[in-house]
T-cell receptor, first 113, second 115 residues
Framework: GEDVEQSLFLSVREGDSSVINCTYTDSSSTYLYWYKQEPGAGLQLLTYIFSNMDMKQDQRLTVLLNKKDKHLSLRIADTQTGDSAIYFCADWGLNTGFQKLVFGTGTRLLVSP | GAVVSQHPSWVICKSGTSVKIECRSLDFQATTMFWYRQFPKQSLMLMATSNEGSKATYEQGVEKDKFLINHASLTLSTLTVTSAHPEDSSFYIC???????????FGSGTRLTVV
């Protein structure tokens, strides 16, 4: 089946930039998403990128997509302690005729003062 | 924006009983809703896709008779965990897509503990 992988943990200092990476295997990806999950809560959609785009910027968030290498990254500028959470990338594509969303394992971001 | 309400937020039940979890799209219609399960410190795993007016599509390895899904209307899908066992304890999250927006909207999740 399709696979989405992320590094499990990232630690940064407040004010630094954070870069969370994601790789995927689906060659039919249409959209790629970044979600944030705070403890005990559901997922919050942060941003998404269409598969024919290379970059998307949304305030402090920058998404880079290398479709050739199937690599996606999320950069958070001026990281704050409130950004501490788990970040999931997800791939939405047509898999065996059925569209579904496949999630990565999540990256736990810890921001220290 | 699109809002998905999931209820209850948490539930504790005895082994052998059944638990129903509701997922409602509050301000949009969702012909398709998704049910996920999250084990501690792991990613979300898609359990099934709930289709309004028809049978749900289950992922491989998910027991249809144990996890009953009903999508009775364009705004409501329910997941019933039947004859619950401690190993069913988990965090269950639903999501839906508003046809007018990009991305999926997730419910706040239900933490199920079976004792």
């Amino acid at each position: 089946g399709e696979d989405v992988e992320q590094s499990l943990f990232l630690s940064v200092r407040e004010g630094d930039s954070s870069v969370i990476n994601c790789t995927y295997t689906d060659s039919s990806s249409t959209y790629l998403y970044w979600y944030k999950q705070e403890p005990g809560a559901g997922l919050q959609l942060l941003t998404y990128i269409f598969s024919n785009m290379d970059m998307k910027q949304d305030q402090r968030l920058t998404v880079l997509l290398n479709k050739k290498d199937k690599h996606l990254s999320l950069r958070i500028a001026d990281t704050q302690t409130g950004d501490s959470a788990i970040y999931f990338c997800a791939d939405w594509g047509l898999n065996t005729g059925f569209q579904k969303l496949v999630f990565g394992t999540g990256t736990r971001l810890l921001v220290s003062p | 924006g699109a809002v998905v309400s999931q209820h209850p937020s948490w539930v504790i039940c005895k082994s052998g009983t059944s638990v129903k979890i509701e997922c409602r799209s509050l301000d949009f219609q969702a012909t398709t809703m998704f049910w996920y399960r999250q084990f501690p410190k792991q990613s979300l795993m898609l359990m099934a896709t709930s289709n309004e007016g028809s049978k749900a599509t289950y992922e491989q390895g998910v027991e249809k008779d144990k996890f009953l899904i009903n999508h009775a209307s364009l705004t409501l899908s329910t997941l019933t965990v039947t004859s619950a066992h401690p190993e069913d304890s988990s965090f269950y999250i639903c999501s839906a897509q508003d046809a007018k927006r990009e991305g999926y909207t997730f419910g706040s999740g239900t933490r199920l503990t079976v004792v």
